[in-house]
Protein backbone atom coordinates (compact mmCIF):
# COMPACT_ATOMS: atom_id res chain seq x y z
CA UNK A 1 0.00 0.00 0.00
CA UNK A 2 1.34 3.58 -1.15
CA UNK A 3 0.66 5.15 2.36
CA UNK A 4 1.33 8.96 1.13
CA UNK A 5 -1.55 8.26 -2.26
CA UNK A 6 -4.12 8.41 1.38
CA UNK A 7 -2.66 10.83 4.30
CA UNK A 8 0.23 12.80 3.44
CA UNK A 9 2.00 13.64 7.55
CA UNK A 10 4.56 16.21 7.79
CA UNK A 11 6.39 17.23 10.61
CA UNK A 12 4.92 20.80 11.15
CA UNK A 13 6.45 22.79 14.50
CA UNK A 14 8.51 21.79 17.86
CA UNK A 15 7.48 23.75 20.83
CA UNK A 16 8.38 23.89 24.68
CA UNK A 17 5.51 23.56 27.05
CA UNK A 18 5.19 24.84 30.68
CA UNK A 19 7.51 23.23 33.17
CA UNK A 20 6.40 21.27 36.17
CA UNK A 21 7.58 20.38 39.52
CA UNK A 22 10.71 22.31 41.05
CA UNK A 23 10.81 24.40 36.94
CA UNK A 24 8.09 27.43 36.75
CA UNK A 25 7.65 28.92 33.90
CA UNK A 26 8.01 28.28 30.37
CA UNK A 27 11.47 26.01 29.03
CA UNK A 28 13.86 28.35 27.16
CA UNK A 29 12.95 27.54 23.37
CA UNK A 30 17.46 26.94 23.29
CA UNK A 31 17.06 24.36 26.12
CA UNK A 32 14.95 22.09 23.35
CA UNK A 33 15.91 22.21 20.29
CA UNK A 34 15.10 19.10 19.14
CA UNK A 35 15.20 17.55 15.20
CA UNK A 36 13.08 15.74 13.03
CA UNK A 37 14.15 12.16 12.29
CA UNK A 38 10.89 11.58 9.40
CA UNK A 39 7.55 12.45 8.72
CA UNK A 40 6.64 10.20 12.13
CA UNK A 41 9.33 10.94 14.39
CA UNK A 42 10.68 14.04 16.51
CA UNK A 43 13.71 13.45 18.73
CA UNK A 44 13.31 16.34 21.24
CA UNK A 45 17.07 15.59 22.36
CA UNK A 46 18.57 16.08 25.91
CA UNK A 47 15.43 17.46 27.83
CA UNK A 48 15.74 19.05 31.56
CA UNK A 49 14.20 16.31 34.30
CA UNK A 50 10.59 17.54 35.27
CA UNK A 51 9.60 19.41 32.09
CA UNK A 52 6.95 19.09 30.07
CA UNK A 53 7.85 19.22 26.60
CA UNK A 54 5.73 19.88 22.99
CA UNK A 55 5.48 19.15 19.23
CA UNK A 56 2.96 19.98 16.97
CA UNK A 57 2.94 17.08 14.17
CA UNK A 58 0.91 18.15 11.05
CA UNK A 59 -1.48 15.71 9.10
CA UNK A 60 -2.54 16.48 5.84
CA UNK A 61 -5.92 14.67 4.41
CA UNK A 62 -4.69 13.61 0.62
CA UNK A 63 -7.79 11.33 -0.17
CA UNK A 64 -10.56 12.36 -2.47
CA UNK A 65 -12.86 12.16 0.59
CA UNK A 66 -13.77 13.16 4.14
CA UNK A 67 -11.29 12.07 6.54
CA UNK A 68 -12.73 11.20 9.88
CA UNK A 69 -10.23 11.06 13.33
CA UNK A 70 -11.78 8.90 15.29
CA UNK A 71 -9.16 8.85 18.35
CA UNK A 72 -5.89 9.94 19.20
CA UNK A 73 -4.16 7.63 22.15
CA UNK A 74 -0.26 7.45 23.80
CA UNK A 75 1.81 4.68 25.38
CA UNK A 76 1.97 6.27 28.78
CA UNK A 77 0.18 8.64 31.04
CA UNK A 78 3.39 10.78 30.63
CA UNK A 79 2.32 11.68 27.31
CA UNK A 80 -1.01 13.62 25.78
CA UNK A 81 -2.38 14.17 22.82
CA UNK A 82 -5.00 15.64 20.94
CA UNK A 83 -6.30 16.61 17.07
CA UNK A 84 -6.94 20.02 16.61
CA UNK A 85 -9.86 18.84 14.13
CA UNK A 86 -11.54 15.58 13.90
CA UNK A 87 -12.74 15.82 10.49
CA UNK A 88 -10.48 16.99 7.59
CA UNK A 89 -12.33 17.79 3.76
CA UNK A 90 -9.82 16.44 0.86
CA UNK A 91 -6.51 18.48 1.21
CA UNK A 92 -7.19 19.70 4.41
CA UNK A 93 -4.71 20.09 7.31
CA UNK A 94 -4.41 19.65 11.57
CA UNK A 95 -2.18 20.09 14.10
CA UNK A 96 -1.70 16.77 16.03
CA UNK A 97 -0.46 18.43 19.54
CA UNK A 98 1.95 16.15 21.53
CA UNK A 99 3.20 16.98 25.14
CA UNK A 100 5.87 14.63 27.23
CA UNK A 101 6.00 14.96 31.00
CA UNK A 102 9.77 14.01 31.70
CA UNK A 103 9.11 13.82 35.58
CA UNK A 104 10.22 10.04 36.86
CA UNK A 105 12.06 9.70 33.46
CA UNK A 106 16.22 9.21 33.57
CA UNK A 107 17.85 8.84 30.01
CA UNK A 108 16.80 7.50 27.03
CA UNK A 109 13.22 7.32 26.28
CA UNK A 110 10.56 6.48 23.52
CA UNK A 111 6.64 7.06 23.60
CA UNK A 112 4.06 6.38 20.90
CA UNK A 113 0.89 8.61 19.59
CA UNK A 114 -1.95 6.34 17.71
CA UNK A 115 -4.00 8.18 15.68
CA UNK A 116 -7.25 6.56 14.32
CA UNK A 117 -9.14 7.17 11.27
CA UNK A 118 -11.72 6.02 8.88
CA UNK A 119 -9.07 5.23 5.79
CA UNK A 120 -9.19 1.89 4.77
CA UNK A 121 -5.76 2.50 3.78
CA UNK A 122 -4.39 3.81 6.55
CA UNK A 123 -6.55 3.15 9.68
CA UNK A 124 -3.59 3.60 12.49
CA UNK A 125 -1.30 6.19 11.67
CA UNK A 126 1.38 6.12 14.66
CA UNK A 127 4.04 9.23 15.34
CA UNK A 128 6.91 8.72 17.69
CA UNK A 129 8.61 11.00 20.57
CA UNK A 130 12.21 10.26 21.75
CA UNK A 131 14.01 12.48 24.32
CA UNK A 132 17.09 11.93 26.87
CA UNK A 133 16.35 13.06 29.78
CA UNK A 134 19.48 14.86 32.08
Same mark, same amino acid.
Given at each position: ?????????????????????????????????????????????? &?? @????????????????????????????????? @??????????????????????????????????????????? &? @?????????
Amino acid at each position: MQRACAIIVVCFVACAGCASGPRRGPVPAAAVTGRQIDAFTWDFGI &IP @KDTVVGHMFRLDNGTARTLTIKNVTTSCGCTAS @KAKNNRLAPGESTAIEVTFNSKGYKQETTQFVYVTTDDPENPL &I @KFTIKAFVE
